[in-house]
């Protein structure tokens, strides 16, 4: 083993072992019962390690916009109404300043990947597309930042969208999304972002089915053109709560076509428990996609934040453990199920956003999270707070663990 630039003592894994962790060189260098090396150690006393959380569905750009839109807060038209009339107004010093706030707030919970989605039509133009990326560039010293540029007020219906999206891919956009059901014409819409897919080689990531009548889906479709394009394992898509409503035999069945043709789904917990079912006068809906029973079944699914502090969702605090967290209550995903809840945030979420050299093994990245919880359950059910957090070996944040002051006890100066 070469020379370790730090040891972590005493970890505690998902699966029950107790570890030392070496790390030089930015990567994991060994995981052993007892690692002894001339090097500076930590000894995190038994407290859980994982992998950095991966956000695999964030709106940086429509971020903290509470107190400047005036909105009431209603259905989904009504927040893209909102945000639309604020999209004029947007710069890039804006955008930077709302992007940034998000990003340090994720940082300090743990997350070491995020994919942000970032609007682009005529309107706003490529300002919030120039503000993500230097975001980008300046926050890589704790975040890998993957940028997905969409239409989130129609393609075919939106003339001049499509003209900048082709300019923001060749400017360096990493993947390519959708919104087909705001569009005039949502098949036409999905076609010709896999054409674009193809034309640029990047992956689609598509917002979809954000309803409840589970009677039609926009999903057939693009289950159809992954298929006949031979674009498995480079589709995801997110919200689709109409699976929600879908008896279980049917989200088996569906399950399974997911799986074969390789396409994630991401929920998003808070922002489709804030949205759906708002007309119901009583037993409203939760219109969560049960995720955690299709990964079950083979599907690459994730979950996660998607909008903070604005008219689609004014909460937020970019913490992946709360929202696994809050999942897990609405979908009834038990302590049985903490470690598939878990995986949400991390592996599967990575392996959404094919992140190389990601987990906890020898030679993988040095990407950390200490947890103040002892295991899995702990973790999950309590919301346990990151204490620190490693970036290729560098510690990126940290946390001081809160000491109660008890009665006789001398408190700190």
């Given at each position: 083993m070469p020379q370790p630039d730090l040891i972590l003592k005493n970890a505690s894994l998902r699966d029950g072992r107790r570890v030392d962790i070496a790390i030089g060189g930015g990567r994991i260098l060994a995981l052993e019962p007892a690692i002894v090396a001339d090097a500076p150690s930590e000894d995190l006393g038994?407290?859980?390690v994982l992998p950095g959380f991966c956000d695999t569905h964030v709106h940086l750009d429509k971020a903290c916009l509470l107190g400047r839109c005036g909105h009431d807060h209603g259905d989904l038209?009504?927040?893209i109404g909102a945000v639309s009339r604020l999209k004029a107004g947007f710069t890039p010093d804006d955008v930077y300043r709302r992007g940034a706030y998000c990003l340090d707030k994720a940082i300090v919970q743990g997350?070491?990947?995020?994919?942000t989605h970032v609007e682009i039509d005529p309107l706003v133009g490529l300002r919030s597309f120039?503000?993500?990326m230097a975001l980008k560039r300046d926050y890589a010293w704790a975040v890998d930042l993957s940028v997905c540029v969409f239409p989130q007020e129609g393609l075919i219906n939106n003339p001049g969208t499509e003209e900048l999206l082709v300019e923001a891919l060749e400017q360096g956009a990493d993947l390519l999304g959708g919104c087909p059901y705001t569009d005039s014409e949502p098949h036409t819409q999905i076609s010709r972002l896999f054409d674009l897919a193809r034309r640029f080689d990047v992956d689609l990531d598509f917002h979809l089915d954000f309803d409840l009548d589970p009677s039609w889906m926009h999903l057939d479709e693009v289950l159809r053109q992954t298929v006949a394009r031979g674009w498995g394992g480079r589709v995801a898509v997110g919200h689709v709560t109409k699976l929600s409503a879908l008896p279980a035999a049917?989200?088996?069945?569906?399950?399974?076509?997911?799986?074969?043709?390789?396409?994630?789904?991401?929920a998003l917990p808070s922002t489709?428990?804030?949205?759906t079912g708002r007309t119901e006068a009583g037993n409203a809906p939760r219109g969560v996609a049960p995720v955690h029973r299709l990964a079950a079944r083979g599907v690459c699914c994730s979950v996660a934040t998607n909008n903070v502090m604005n008219p689609f969702t004014p909460f937020g605090d970019l913490s992946l453990l709360r929202m696994a967290n809050l999942y897990a209550n609405v979908c009834h995903a038990g302590p049985a199920d903490f470690p598939a809840v878990l995986d949400l945030v991390t592996t599967g979420a990575a392996r959404l956003m094919k992140i190389a050299g990601y987990g906890l093994h020898a030679g993988a990245a040095a990407d950390l999270v200490v947890l103040d919880a002892m295991d899995?359950?702990?973790?999950?059910?309590?919301?346990a707070a990151p204490i620190f957090g490693?970036?290729?070996g560098r510690r990126s944040f940290t946390r001081p663990v809160p000491r109660l002051h008890r009665p006789g006890e001398a408190a700190l100066s």
């Amino acid at each position: 083993m070469p020379q370790p630039d730090l040891i972590l003592k005493n970890a505690s894994l998902r699966d029950g072992r107790r570890v030392d962790i070496a790390i030089g060189g930015g990567r994991i260098l060994a995981l052993e019962p007892a690692i002894v090396a001339d090097a500076p150690s930590e000894d995190l006393g038994g407290r859980l390690v994982l992998p950095g959380f991966c956000d695999t569905h964030v709106h940086l750009d429509k971020a903290c916009l509470l107190g400047r839109c005036g909105h009431d807060h209603g259905d989904l038209a009504a927040a893209i109404g909102a945000v639309s009339r604020l999209k004029a107004g947007f710069t890039p010093d804006d955008v930077y300043r709302r992007g940034a706030y998000c990003l340090d707030k994720a940082i300090v919970q743990g997350t070491t990947h995020m994919r942000t989605h970032v609007e682009i039509d005529p309107l706003v133009g490529l300002r919030s597309f120039e503000a993500v990326m230097a975001l980008k560039r300046d926050y890589a010293w704790a975040v890998d930042l993957s940028v997905c540029v969409f239409p989130q007020e129609g393609l075919i219906n939106n003339p001049g969208t499509e003209e900048l999206l082709v300019e923001a891919l060749e400017q360096g956009a990493d993947l390519l999304g959708g919104c087909p059901y705001t569009d005039s014409e949502p098949h036409t819409q999905i076609s010709r972002l896999f054409d674009l897919a193809r034309r640029f080689d990047v992956d689609l990531d598509f917002h979809l089915d954000f309803d409840l009548d589970p009677s039609w889906m926009h999903l057939d479709e693009v289950l159809r053109q992954t298929v006949a394009r031979g674009w498995g394992g480079r589709v995801a898509v997110g919200h689709v709560t109409k699976l929600s409503a879908l008896p279980a035999a049917a989200l088996d069945a569906l399950a399974l076509r997911l799986a074969g043709a390789g396409i994630a789904v991401t929920a998003l917990p808070s922002t489709d428990l804030y949205l759906t079912g708002r007309t119901e006068a009583g037993n409203a809906p939760r219109g969560v996609a049960p995720v955690h029973r299709l990964a079950a079944r083979g599907v690459c699914c994730s979950v996660a934040t998607n909008n903070v502090m604005n008219p689609f969702t004014p909460f937020g605090d970019l913490s992946l453990l709360r929202m696994a967290n809050l999942y897990a209550n609405v979908c009834h995903a038990g302590p049985a199920d903490f470690p598939a809840v878990l995986d949400l945030v991390t592996t599967g979420a990575a392996r959404l956003m094919k992140i190389a050299g990601y987990g906890l093994h020898a030679g993988a990245a040095a990407d950390l999270v200490v947890l103040d919880a002892m295991d899995e359950q702990q973790a999950c059910g309590e919301i346990a707070a990151p204490i620190f957090g490693l970036k290729n070996g560098r510690r990126s944040f940290t946390r001081p663990v809160p000491r109660l002051h008890r009665p006789g006890e001398a408190a700190l100066s």
